[in-house]
């Protein structure tokens, strides 16, 4: 139980003390801004909590029942205290002092008595043992408070010289604030009467011993121990709450004297953490909370002292040191909670040997040095994280900018004290975000960032860097120490690899190099990566250290010499997705170079051409490993700045325009890379002529763009004539005569003309198999692109079999992470999904992702690429809900690297408006479908191939939802761009009218459709021939037209026809003759030949779920139309039974909400009604699903 008193009518609950530190009494004065009273909280005990008794007043009971548990200890205190004062005073004690001591105990003893005879008066015992109590403590309680006052003037008058030792040894240690009454303190708890404060602690504290006076100054530790400046919170702090808590585990844990090292480079705001944690243990009422200062040994001594005298354990006379060693003493021995922060250390071997090594002291060091590692608990301290950074900016400028405050955030590193001291310049000068950072990039980091006036940080965040940087160089490596300076403040602030950077620094041993990073890592100047691989180093670091050449003048010397060495680290591009991680991480030191050596002032210097170089090799080295939005923004950098010292019209910088446009038509940008690519090649017909090389060269790139917009007819006269030339200038076995043959050939595919393609591809393959060898990348290149050529002639198996071939040579060649091998790869899924063969398809599909996902990232453009091919894949087998899944995630995965309305997105959300088409989602599809035309009319023109592609889609859609009204018009509109951007005769304009034919007759216009159909037809046979495959779907096409219009003789004759060829052409299982041998099945049927189509109908699906898979949607629905066809021949039993089990495997595959799976579901209705009409009734469960009529 708490003790408790009461005077004049207020009653105190006095906190219970952990320890009775004896007793002390002292002159009240006002207390010092360190110091802090006991808080004394009143208190009123419940009435419920006093027993009722007759004979006394409640109020008189109340009083003398609440102070019946403390008032026999309270007296014992009493008196000791009146013998500690007698015995271990500050002097020899007068004879008045004796007697009134005397006089004092006999009072003492004469209240006890009263008291005792309190418990012989009528009334119950327990009330008479509380009013003797209560009276025996009132009586000693005003004796305590009347006689060391008495006792201290008396002292006072005979020992003069008391007041100097008081002042000596710090004076008294716990201070009553107003009044003239006493400090009486013993332990934790206390009470106010009269001016003068009682402080008392239960008695037989455990650490009494630990706690006994100064046998020679009588002095005892005082309650509250508050030492030292601590910093207060300054403006807009932000807090560290996970470094924070990792202090707290301290006081969590009640453990054992803790050391903690918080440690980091200057400025990262140390100070204010370990000021946090200091004002919290101060909140939690901890007994001592002191701040002392490390910068110096002399100035720790010194503050350990006067913590020895607060604690009153420093003797008179002794000097700093005996009383420092004192302080520490204490503090070893205390088990009281108790807080040392020693800030800004920098000498270990010395502040360590004051510090405790045992007890319940927590120890917090702050320092710039890794030097306390070994003997304390190290907390790394770091810069704020951007939110935290970007947060105090806003805070303390009050400028509604949070983009601006992030970006001047993340141009001083995050480092607090640079924004504060940016904040200040801010505010004073009225500088925007934009103004202050172009600022800071233009002018010298000492003006930009001048310590703030009134702030308790004299220095500025340069000055405060230089200061470490000038300790760190007066060691012995300063060499070194200084070279490796050099280079890091020019190289990348998110890293440096040790080997790098031993190769940069190779004219320091690597002892040295090795001794040198110590240093540098011991004063907070660089840190390492979690492995330890990298070396870091902070920007602002960096920039200082930059300034620091400026002004010596010595800059361009150390730009020219890591120019040099880093040039000298690059290697040939053949083998560049071999080493993509070491040639990424030089990538990003070029690109740290050229920023951090960027100049202004307009003069040209020596070591700026070899820079180029290095760049343009960056450039090509970011194109070899797929990361082209980089290698964009390199090439187009490198461009300006080579126009700029070099010349409009040097080769260099006419490269420099051509690989820019080669990024962006690598990174899908065609149309920015059409109009790049035809000015680059009208400068170098004008510089070097229409024969020269790299004119022919630039010409053979402008047309393989046109290929890829789809005008492939520009495409194949430019790829003709450069061929001509090369070949009469180069001679026909040239590398570039042999590639421009192999771009033609591309251009033959492109167009429709299967068979040209592959002639030319098969020559150029014997000519580099001649040349270069069977394993040569350039022939297994066109190995690669003839079963390319194979595939979209439709000869399945031979690509099939040639990919097969070309995916083991170039995983044996190039490496099985190699883009081209995984090209390869794709390529041999792809033809899998053409043949039919989807579930191998898409197990290559999901392997090439987990392949991509590892090298790339999930959301690298490439990945994408290959997760889209994926859902393809998947659309493609009935899998809809997971096509669906993939391309969402997407599309929202491209729009957060890209925006909403990049070409990319706009081309994902395309492919997710067919694949909720497939999955009969037709009115999620149509808005998506709008929505991607309306982008590209608004970014690529209304005469786009993209946009016409977009504008037949929708018209597709609108097909499917019985839109036939809104369909046809985008038809025609689709048709009359085709034809007027590509011309009659491109493959396009001809699909586009094959398109609008199909508009026609979905419409009812027969007589119209047959007529496109025919005229689609005739065009066609004659522009690719009679077996092409476009000529081939043509003759289908009308076929099904013929049987539209109930020309059932025409279109079993042409369906004769068509399977006949497709079966000499492309094989009886291929999946466009089993396509030839169903339509003419369908068409049996119709023209009721039923039994020829059931005949029919039933190879075809048996030679599809042989071919292709059970579960292939076009296998289900062979077996669909079977079932429908027996109905038709009224076989009703066989026709149930069969759409039951269709209608089963539908839902399971497609969903039980598909489209095909509820028109299986009505076919079994009506066959099963059909049946009952006939009078033969069934109930034949499906499935075990009970039938529910479907409206």
């Known amino acids: 139980m708490a003790p408790t008193s009461c005077f004049s009518g207020q009653v105190h609950r006095l906190p219970d003390a952990p320890q009775a530190y004896g007793a002390m009494i002292t002159r009240p004065k006002a207390a010092p801004a360190q110091t802090r009273s006991a808080d004394l909280t009143p208190t009123r005990r419940p009435a419920s909590a006093v027993p009722a008794s007759p004979g006394y007043h409640p109020s008189i009971r109340a009083c003398f029942c609440k102070t019946r548990d403390a008032g026999a200890h309270r007296l014992r205190k009493c008196f000791l205290t009146l013998a500690a004062r007698s015995t271990w005073g500050r002097g020899p004690v007068s004879r008045t002092s004796k007697w009134l001591i005397i006089i004092s105990v006999a009072v003492g003893v004469l209240a006890v008595c009263v008291g005792a005879a309190y418990l012989f008066l009528p009334g119950e015992a327990s009330d008479r043992i509380a009013i003797g109590t209560a009276v025996g403590s009132v009586v000693g309680g005003l004796i305590g408070a009347w006689a060391p006052s008495v006792v201290d003037q008396s002292s006072r008058t005979d020992d003069p010289s008391d007041d100097a030792r008081n002042a000596d040894t710090g004076g008294s240690t716990q201070q009553s604030v107003g009044g003239s009454g006493f400090n009486f303190s013993a332990g934790n708890g206390g009470v106010n009467f009269q001016g003068a404060t009682f402080t008392f602690g239960p008695p037989g504290s455990s650490s009494s011993q630990n706690m006994e006076p100064n046998n020679e100054t009588g002095a005892m530790p005082p309650k509250v121990i508050r030492l030292g400046e601590i910093p207060r919170e300054p403006p807009g702090y932000q807090q560290r709450t996970n470094l924070l808590q990792n202090l707290r585990q301290v006081a969590i844990k009640n453990s054992p004297t803790a050391v903690h090292a918080l440690t980091g480079l200057r400025g990262v705001g140390k100070t204010h953490l370990a000021a946090a944690y200091a004002r919290e243990c101060i909140n939690d009422e901890w007994p001592v909370v002191a701040w002392l200062n490390g910068e110096n040994p002399e100035q720790l001594v ?100 949070p983009n601006g405050a992030a970006q001047v955030a993340e141009e001083l590193g995050y480092l607090p004290l640079a924004l504060a001291q940016a904040a200040w310049l801010i505010t004073i000068r009225g500088y925007t975000y934009r103004e202050y950072l172009n600022q800071v990039r233009s002018a010298p980091i ?301 251009a033959y595919e492109s167009s429709g003309h299967h068979a040209k393609a592959i002639d030319l591809h098969r020559a150029v393959l014997s000519d580099r198999q001649r040349l270069f060898g069977p394993s040569d990348p350039r022939t297994l290149e066109a190995r690669h692109c003839l079963a390319s050529a194979y595939e979209a002639s439709k000869r399945l198996d031979e690509a099939i079999a040639l990919y097969k071939e070309v995916s083991a040579d170039r995983e044996r060649v190039l490496g099985v992470d190699d883009p081209k091998t995984l090209q390869t790869r794709q390529e041999l899924a792809s033809a899998y999904e053409a043949s039919g063969r989807l579930e191998e ?206 020309r059932f003789d025409d279109a079993i004759t042409l369906h004769q026809a068509v399977a ?31 039994d020829d189509a059931i005949t029919l109908h039933q190879a075809v699906a048996a030679d599809r779920e042989r071919n292709l898979s059970p579960n292939h949607p076009d296998t289900l629905r062979s077996r669909y139309s079977l079932a429908i066809t027996y109905r038709a021949a009224d076989r009703l039993d066989d026709a149930i039974t069969l759409h039951q089990a269709v209608a089963a495997d539908r839902e399971r595959i497609l969903g039980p909400n598909h489209p095909d799976t509820l028109s299986s579901r009505r076919s079994v209705e009506e066959a099963q009604r059909a049946a009952q009409r006939q009078g033969r009734r069934r109930s034949l469960p499906w499935l075990g699903h009970r039938q529910k009529p479907l409206r």
């Open 302 to 401: 010194s503050s350990l002292a006067s913590l020895a005298e607060l604690l009153g354990v420093r003797s008179p006379n002794q000097d700093s040191t005996a009383a420092a060693r004192a302080a520490r003493n204490f503090l070893e021995t205390t088990t009281e909670r108790a807080l040392v922060v020693i800030d800004n250390a920098e000498n270990p071997e010395k502040i360590l040997a004051w510090i405790p090594a045992t007890g319940g002291t927590h120890v917090v060091i702050t320092t710039s040095h890794h030097a306390f590692y070994n003997a304390a608990q190290t907390i790394d301290v770091s810069v704020y994280t951007p939110e935290q950074a970007k947060d105090y900016l806003v805070s303390r400028t009050n400028l509604d900018d």
């Open 446 to 746: 000492f003006h930009t960032l001048s310590a703030a006036r009134g702030d308790s940080y004299p220095l500025s965040t340069a000055q405060t860097i230089l200061l470490s940087v000038e300790q760190a160089e007066s060691s012995e490596s300063i060499e070194a120490i200084h070279s490796v300076l050099q280079v890091l403040s020019f190289l990348s602030s998110a890293g440096v690899q040790r080997p790098l950077l031993r190769k940069l620094l190779d004219d320091i041993t690597p002892v040295d190099l090795d001794r040198a990073l110590g240093s540098l890592a011991e004063a907070s100047l660089i840190t390492y990566s979690v492995d330890h691989g990298s070396v870091m180093m902070h920007r602002l670091v960096q920039r200082v250290l930059r300034d620091r050449e400026e002004e010596k003048e010595t800059i361009d010397e150390t730009i020219a010499r890591l120019v040099s060495r880093l040039r000298g680290c690059t290697f040939p591009g053949g083998n560049a997705w071999q080493r993509r991680g070491s040639g990424l991480h030089l990538c990003e030191q070029v690109i740290a170079l050229t920023a951090h050596s960027a100049r202004q002032d307009g003069e040209i210097r020596s070591w700026e051409v070899d820079l180029l170089h290095v760049r343009s090799w960056v450039h090509k080295f970011l194109a070899d490993v797929l990361e082209n939005a980089r290698s964009i923004s390199i090439a187009a950098a490198l461009a300006i700045d080579s126009e700029r010292i070099l010349g409009r019209d040097d080769p260099f910088t006419l490269s420099a325009l051509h690989n820019t446009a080669h990024a962006l038509s690598a990174a899908g940008q065609l149309d920015e890379a059409l109009e790049l690519h035809r000015m680059v090649l009208s400068e170098h017909e004008r510089v070097y002529g229409t024969d020269d090389l790299r004119t022919l060269t630039n010409r053979n790139c402008l047309a393989n763009i046109y290929n890829r917009v789809g005008r492939t007819t520009e495409a194949l006269a430019i790829h003709e004539s450069v061929l001509v030339d090369r070949e009469r200038i180069l001679g026909p076995d040239h590398p570039s005569a042999l590639t421009s043959r192999h771009n033609l050939a591309h």
């Open 841 to 1046: 398809a898409i197990e290559i599909h999901q392997a090439l992702v987990r392949q991509r996902e590892r090298l790339l990232g999930s959301e690298h453009s490439g990945t994408l690429v290959l997760r889209h091919s994926l859902a393809r894949a998947y659309t493609a087998a009935g899998r809809h809900s997971e096509a669906v899944s993939v391309l969402e995630s997407i599309l929202a995965a491209a729009e957060r690297s890209t925006g909403p309305d990049h070409r990319s997105a706009i081309d994902f959300r395309h492919s997710l408006a067919h694949a909720y088409q497939e999955a009969g989602r037709i009115h999620d599809s149509l808005p998506l479908h709008q929505a991607v035309l309306a982008d590209r009319e608004k970014y690529l023109g209304g005469d786009h191939p993209q946009t016409l592609t977009a504008r037949q889609c929708l018209a597709r859609a609108y097909s499917k939802a019985t839109r036939k009204e809104d369909a046809l018009p985008l038809y025609e509109a689709v048709l009359e761009g085709r034809m007027r951007v590509l011309g009659p005769d491109d493959q396009h304009t001809l699909a586009a009218r094959h398109g609008l034919a199909h508009a026609y007759e979905d419409a009812g216009r027969i007589d119209e459709s047959l007529r496109f159909h025919q005229e689609v037809l005739d065009d066609r046979n004659r522009v690719f021939g009679p077996d092409h495959p476009a000529t081939l779907e043509s003759r289908t096409c009308l076929a099904r037209a013929y049987r539209a219009a109930n």
């Open 1060 to 1090: 006949a060829d497709r079966e000499r052409i492309l094989g009886p299982n291929h999946p466009d003759t089993l396509s030839s041998r169903y339509s003419l099945a369908i068409t049996y049927r119709a023209a009721d030949r039923l």
